[in-house]
């Protein structure tokens, strides 16, 4: 945020109004307006240097993420056309990341995670630029896009687990909802803004050198991370044993680890449990109702647009509310909230009302995934982080199949219905939780 010419900076840190002795009220609301927001709770960690790096190669890498899917979906339709051929691809690329993830979250446990970012984002990058002077010398194939989505879905399995475990050793407990706060609303920023840039480069400068610009940001988010890397070695949170266990062993440990702890199992099961139940009902099913119901393609945009709307809310007011007192109490309620939500989707009558209850959904889901990441963080052994994030992203994304599946089958028997179930399979899973003592006691 640049500064305005007529505020200083005092000794203490606060901005003053240079001009507040002849304004009246309404010069100085400006100023304070901007006092405020600068105030909220939410920007403290990027006070943190070390912060402030991992958040700027988070940002670079996650837009770099997010215009490649769209390129990489145009390619592969440019050399396939349209049908199964892409979803057989990215079918294929997502199977290296599932079954690599446990091992990448070991990995993350034994040497640094901002090392760990740092390496497998410069990874990123050669295989961009290699899929750059393909596409520039028109050498692509579609058996070479196969290859090169299942490396980079490799090397997902490694980056996420690190990116997650490495948020704790660069802030104290109570700046854990925050951070995580900036870390996923850039996730969502970028959800918006990766695709168009994505659109206008390749309108601009055709694929070939889209594809180099997205290797240019990854290797800008691998510098910031090396930055990282160094700096962070020397800070005392970073300083933890390094596992001990090697191989399926160490695996087969932080899986018991996890398990066997009854808080992190319920926690886990409302994340896998919002995975089944909202991933397939709101792309299958909102399809589904936006084609029927609301109007086409174009009333689908505008659910999803606001979805993500909320979502970023959600997040945002997690990072500015602070650590609420009895956090159990709030996951549980987010949990149950988007559940409901879920159910009156089947009932929505017109776009309006669904966009209403999207925004809603999308406010419990980005407030839940804050406060229940930033939990995790501070419950797991630190020796044991990189593996119970690695299982964090694995309940997140795994099941994804498995929802779209049920959710196709149960088109069958009607809208409301289906909504129906799948609010209520999350409902049910808030209560189950919320049996639990040691969950609704969660501080």
Known sequence: MSARPDLLESRDGKRT????????????????????VRGLPLWRPLALPLFRRLWAGSALSLLADQAFLILFTLLVLRLAGPGAELGAILAVAAVPGAVLLPIGGWVSDRVPPSAVMAATTAGRMVLMAALAALVLFDAVAVWQLSVLGGLLSALDAFYYPASMAIVPALVSDERLEPANALVQGMEQMSGLVGPALAAGAVAAVGLGPAFGGVAVAFALAALAYVALARGALALPRAQREPATESGPAAILAGARYAWGDPVIRALMLILAALNVAAAGPLVVGGAALATE?????????????????????????????GRPRRRGIALLVAAGLFGVGLAALGLAPGLGAASVIAVGMGAAAGYLGVVLVAWLQERAEPAMLGRVMSLVVLA?????PVSYAATGALLGIGLTPLFAISGGLMALTALLAGSLGAVRALE
């Open 17 to 36: 109004n240079v001009h507040s002795k002849c304004a009246g009220e309404e010069s100085d609301a400006p100023a304070s307006w901007l006092e405020r």
């Open 293 to 321: 119901r609301f109007g086409g393609a174009g009333a689908l945009g505008i659910f999803f647009a606001v979805f993500g709307a909320g979502s970023l809310l959600g997040t945002a007011a997690a990072g500015t509310l």
């Open 396 to 400: 997140a994304v795994a099941l994804d």
